[in-house]
Nanobody
């Protein structure tokens, strides 16, 4: 089990940038694949990006490819989401998740409700 705490959300103008952080507790962080998700009001949770345990593989949703970049620093037990060229439609609560997995990440990587989730951080992009 790992506990996750997101931070870095806030209000930003369209075209701006923001970096989210997800700090994890425990000594087994490097055994977890990590993911970022977002949920806008009235909409279902949406996958944003995932990164493998070592950081050697990443996968980003089509909606954020070229704009968002997921990364991790296992020495700091932290995963990041660098968000550039933000758009109003990026407005959502962003949450991170941890999944025990040593596999590469891709379209079939799943994060279940039984996996570890953070509380989320609000990102608001104004037009």
């Amino acid at each position: 089990q790992v506990q996750l705490v997101e931070s870095g959300g806030g209000l930003v103008q369209a075209g701006g940038s923001l970096r989210l952080s997800c700090a994890a507790s425990g000594r087994t962080f490097s055994s977890y694949a990590m993911g970022w998700f977002r949920q806008a009001p009235g909409k279902e949770r949406e996958f944003v990006a995932a990164i493998s345990w070592s950081g050697s593989s990443t996968y980003h949703a089509d909606s954020v490819k070229g704009r968002f970049t997921i990364s991790r620093d296992n020495a700091k037990n932290t995963v990041y989401l660098q968000m550039n060229n933000l758009k109003p439609e990026d407005t959502a609560v962003y949450s991170c998740a941890a999944k025990l997995s040593l596999r590469t990440v891709g379209p079939r990587t799943n994060f279940a409700l039984s996996d570890n989730w953070g509380q989320g951080t609000q990102v608001t992009v104004s037009s």
